[in-house]
């Protein structure tokens, strides 16, 4: 089924009901970031994402993430990246760095270079479900979207008008905390349900080791 035929499908679908906006934390202050990384560590997985303000000159990167989003299945954190930040970032780094704990999205790639480039944490026990999720014969990574669609029969609503707002805004609209803590959510509502369904991660790959740096003049010594 082409891409056209399967958007199609996904419009017929009964809309996914999301996250409540009750149940969206927003974290302002080193105490709400505690009390969210106390809550996000007690769960074995968690969802994960960020947003970053979007860019509308050729040429120019972005300075993001301005928002970086956490959720259970009840429950959703978000901390924004703004000037508060230096109170927030103990949690930030003990969640992310966290060993213990898997944090699972859509596309996290840029997420995780973001993070590694503007907060200086190294985020650990990373799962990309648009690989992870992938079948044999699959042309392309699956989104949230196809996944709400392939597990829960049902359409999740990514308004572009919302995604492309300012996320660096010193106070965010209703619907933007909606659609950043149903980013993270729903990933891990996805990962649950596949794994319901049997399927199993294949284990993290060992790191490599570092490289021994090579002394001017010396001689590798041959085999044998």
Known sequence: MDR???AAAEA????YPGIAL???HLVRTAAQAQAAQAALLAHAAIGF???SKPTFVKG??????HLVQFATDEAAWLFPVGPDIAALLPALKAILEAEH????????????????AKLGIEPARIVDLSVALRVPGQKHDLGAKSAVAKYFGQKLHKS???????WAAPRLADKQLLYAADDAQVALRVYHHWLAQGNV????????PPRRPRTAGAVTPSEG
Do not use: M, W, Y
Not at 101 to 116: A, E, P, Q, T, W
């Open 4 to 6: 056209g035929a399967t």
């Open 12 to 15: 017929d679908l009964p809309p």
């Open 22 to 24: 009750a149940d969206v």
């Open 49 to 51: 994402d960020t947003e």
């Open 60 to 65: 120019q990167s972005s300075d993001g993430p």
């Open 101 to 116: 704990v898997l944090k699972v999205g859509f596309g996290l790639s840029d997420d995780v270079k973001r993070v590694r």
């Open 160 to 166: 572009k008008k919302i995604s492309t707002t300012n």
């Open 201 to 208: 991660l294949p284990p993290p790959k060992a790191p490599r």
